[in-house]
């Protein structure tokens, strides 16, 4: 039972460009939501989170957008660098802000920026 | 102010051996959490536990697997027996509060 899915394995993107990462969810006691970078041998990285009080959250070159309705958020990145070659992973929490913070996982989304 | 702290990074264990993770929060944080993550999969939440207590365990296999934080002391998660289907990369994190956490570098476990 997928909660949180991210439907595109990989995504290459050439330097400069935006990206667009996607990710839907089926759960619809989610109401917070976390874009997490990895590289390879090391923890996740928190990048950016949206409360589903809002559908925008930015910072800097990092843009997450939220349809509830949908039940589908993305991540943009603009410009896209080399540096953000990574996996990225969504991620979905009950309650937000004032749940224990289990987060529930899509599978990742290998992203390659290329020069 | 160190990041959290997990080790080893690499574990070796034959099958039916017992595997011990460890996993040293950062300063001030009374929050853990455990996540797997298989091959080719995202990472599974296994086990939140605040000091001295296990608060979720509901992502925890119902045999062989065990986790604690004491006192004093790292958390570890225990796993007793291990088969190759335990073969994974196990991430803690923690937190000084319920939402927004920090990873640890990972244990990656190998059973052969």
């Known amino acids: 039972d997928q909660q949180v899915k991210q439907n595109s394995p990989s995504l290459s993107v050439q330097e400069g460009r935006i990206s667009i990462l996607n990710c839907d969810y089926t759960?619809?006691?989610?109401?917070?939501f976390l874009w997490y970078k990895k590289y390879p041998a090391e923890g996740p990285t928190f990048l950016i989170s949206?409360?589903?009080?809002?559908d925008k959250n930015e910072d800097g070159r990092f843009t997450v957008f939220l349809n509830k309705s949908a039940k589908h958020l993305s991540l943009h990145i603009v410009p896209s660098q080399p540096g953000d070659s990574a996996v990225y992973f969504c991620?979905?929490?009950?309650?937000?802000?004032?749940?224990?913070?289990?987060?529930?996982f899509g599978q990742g989304t290998i992203l390659t920026v290329h020069p | 102010n160190a990041g959290v702290m997990q080790n080893p990074r690499h574990l070796v264990r034959r099958r039916g051996q017992e595997a011990r993770l460890r996993c040293s929060p950062m300063k001030g944080h009374s929050h853990v959490y455990w996540y797997r993550q298989l091959p080719e999969e995202g990472l599974k939440f296994m086990v939140y536990l605040q000091k001295e207590n296990i608060i979720d365990e509901s992502g925890m296999p119902k045999e062989r697997f065990s986790a604690e934080f004491p006192k004093e002391g790292p958390s570890i998660l225990r796993i007793q027996q291990v088969v190759r289907g335990d073969s994974a990369a196990y991430f803690c994190a923690s937190s000084p509060r319920l939402v927004g956490y920090t990873f640890g570098s990972g244990t990656r476990l190998t059973v052969v």
């Open positions: 759960n619809s006691m989610f109401d917070y």
């Open positions: 949206i409360s589903s009080i809002k």
């Open positions: 991620a979905a929490s009950e309650d937000g802000g004032t749940s224990y913070g289990k987060l529930t």
